[in-house]
C-alpha cells in the first residue's frame, strides 16, 4: 500500500473548518484514501473514504485532488470534541482481500476554544 | 453495525507471566479479525489477522500469538510477557464486503 505525509499538529479554533491534508504521491490507480481518527485512550474510529470522487457524509468532506495525489479532509464545523489523532491511509479495498490498514504517525488536530 | 468487545480494559503484568487477550464481534458473521499494538506515542502496528476460523498471519516476530477458535472470537496470547510487551492493543474487525475496520475499545496493558 502506498505511503502516506501528513503534518504531525494543527491547530483549529472552535466552530471553524478543519482541513487536514494528506500527501500520497505513489497512489496506485486501484487504492482508496481512508480517514480514521482516534480520541486519546479510545480505539480509531472511520470517518471517510474515497477513491477519486470528492466524498460527504455526516462527519466530514473528503476532497481529492484530479490527480490522486493528496486530500484533504475537512471537518466543517470543529468542536473540541473533534480533538484527536488524524491518520490518513491508502489502501487496495477488494471484497477478497484482508483488509490490512497500515497506519503512519498521523497528524494531532488541537481544537481550541 | 458491528460491536467489538475487548476485555479487560486495563491489565497491569510482572515480567514472564502469561497473557490472554479475548476479544469477541457482533453484528457480523465471517470478519476478517485483527489485532494492533500501539506503544506510548506511537502509531498503531498490525500484529495479526485472520480470515477464518484457525487462519492466523502474524505481521512481525515477536513474543505474543494468536488464535481464532471461532469464528467471531479473537484471542492474543503470549506464555511469558516481556517488558517491551507494553502497550495499547487493539482488536479490529471488518465484514463481508471488506470496506471498514471497526475498532474496540482497547486494552492497556501494563508489563512491570
Known amino acids: 500500500d502506498a505511503k502516506t505525509t501528513q503534518p504531525p499538529s494543527m491547530d483549529c479554533a472552535e466552530g471553524r473548518a478543519a482541513n487536514l491534508p494528506c500527501n500520497h504521491s505513489?497512489?496506485?490507480?486501484?487504492?482508496?484514501v481512508y480517514w480514521y481518527r482516534q480520541i486519546h485512550s479510545q480505539g480509531p474510529q472511520y470517518i471517510i473514504h474515497?477513491?477519486?470522487n470528492n466524498e460527504t457524509n455526516e462527519m466530514a468532506s473528503l476532497i481529492i485532488t484530479e490527480d490522486r495525489k493528496s486530500s484533504t479532509l475537512i471537518l466543517p464545523h470543529a468542536t473540541l470534541r473533534d480533538t484527536a489523532v488524524y491518520y490518513c491511509?491508502?489502501?487496495?479495498?477488494?471484497?477478497?482481500?484482508?483488509?490490512?490498514?497500515?497506519f503512519g504517525q498521523g497528524t494531532t488536530l488541537q481544537v481550541k476554544p | 453495525s458491528q460491536t467489538i468487545h475487548q476485555w479487560p480494559a486495563t491489565l497491569v503484568q510482572p515480567v514472564g507471566s502469561p497473557l490472554s487477550l479475548e476479544c469477541t464481534v457482533e453484528g457480523t458473521s465471517n470478519p476478517n479479525l485483527y489485532w494492533y499494538r500501539q506503544a506510548a506515542g506511537r502509531g498503531l502496528q498490525l500484529l495479526f489477522y485472520s480470515v477464518g476460523i484457525g487462519q492466523i498471519s502474524s505481521e512481525v516476530p515477536q513474543n505474543l500469538s494468536a488464535s481464532r477458535p471461532q469464528d467471531r472470537q479473537f484471542i492474543l496470547s503470549s506464555k511469558k510477557l516481556l517488558l517491551s510487551d507494553s502497550g495499547f492493543y487493539l482488536c479490529?474487525?471488518?465484514?463481508?464486503?471488506?470496506?471498514?475496520?471497526?475498532f474496540g475499545s482497547g486494552t492497556q496493558l501494563s508489563v512491570l
Open positions: 491511509i491508502v489502501r487496495v479495498y477488494r471484497s477478497s482481500n484482508t483488509g490490512k490498514l497500515i
Open positions: 479490529a474487525s471488518s465484514g463481508p464486503t471488506n470496506e471498514k475496520l471497526f
Open positions: 505513489t497512489i496506485s490507480g486501484n487504492e482508496y
Open positions: 474515497g477513491l477519486k
